[in-house]
T-cell receptor, first 114, second 115 residues
Framework: NAGVTQTPKFQVLKTGQSMTLQCAQDMNHEYMSWYRQDPGMGLRLIHYSVGAGITDQGEVPNGYNVSRSTTEDFPLRLLSAAPSQTSVYFC?????????????FGSGTRLTVV | AQSVTQLGSHVSVSEGALVLLRCNYSSSVPPYLFWYVQYPNQGLQLLLKYTSAATLVKGINGFEAEFKKSETSFHLTKPSAHMSDAAEYFCAVSDRAGTASKLTFGTGTRLQVTL
């Protein structure tokens, strides 16, 4: 099925560990982004990419790295996990930008850092 | 700068009653406005969007929203609530289009539907 696939769905990390959240889309969308969702705060943009080889920071980029080597994949790396990074992470893609086309979201990764 | 305010973090309605979820935006230019729905343990799904065409926008599942520039509002309505409408709803705004666009999301309104 066409869409955005995120793995893993759940992850528990210890403080200081690193990991990569995977995101892949098969809709040939140029624009991809990562958000984190925290209770009462809505969704906040971490990083985004307007095409392969091009990435930029969003609202809350500290502690996260991204790269975009292909149109399909946009992994998010946590360099040294901290409890403040406990959150639900969503990857989203769009044809050429969230406006006017809107986003297609993945089903999320629930991350707990202990 | 752009921002979105969703009034009411929780709204409860009876099945069959009118649903009204409020969204007010701030934008220095004509905005692009969106409503997304999130069912439990799922990602967000686009309900409807305003892109400067018709001011009354119809979406999926019987929802609609009206863009009112004078009130800087984009409230979401549905004439008759169904149990399956129970979810969290997010309003979002962008003041640009294409690769320069960034969505700013509201903090969400959780809709509860009771019998």
């Amino acid at each position: 099925n066409a869409g955005v696939t995120q793995t893993p769905k759940f992850q528990v990390l210890k403080t200081g560990q690193s990991m990569t959240l995977q995101c892949a889309q098969d809709m040939n969308h140029e624009y991809m982004s990562w958000y984190r969702q925290d209770p009462g705060m809505g969704l906040r943009l971490i990083h985004y990419s307007v095409g392969a080889g091009i990435t930029d920071q969003g609202e809350v980029p500290n502690g996260y790295n991204v790269s975009r080597s292909t149109t399909e994949d946009f992994p998010l790396r946590l360099l040294s996990a901290a409890p403040s990074q406990t959150s639900v992470y969503f990857c989203a893609s769009s044809l050429s930008g969230p406006a006017p086309y809107g986003y297609t979201f993945g089903s999320g990764t629930r991350l707990t850092v202990v | 700068a752009q921002s979105v305010t969703q009034l009411g973090s929780h709204v409860s309605v009876s099945e069959g009653a009118l649903v009204l979820l409020r969204c007010n935006y701030s934008s220095s230019v004509p905005p692009y406005l969106f409503w997304y729905v999130q069912y439990p343990n799922q990602g967000l799904q686009l309900l409807l969007k305003y892109t400067s065409a018709a001011t009354l926008v119809k979406g999926i599942n019987g929802f609609e929203a009206e863009f009112k520039k004078s009130e800087t509002s984009f409230h979401l309505t549905k004439p008759s609530a169904h149990m399956s409408d129970a979810a969290e709803y997010f309003c979002a705004v962008s003041d640009r289009a294409g690769t320069a666009s960034k969505l700013t999301f509201g903090t969400g309104t959780r809709l509860q539907v009771t019998l």
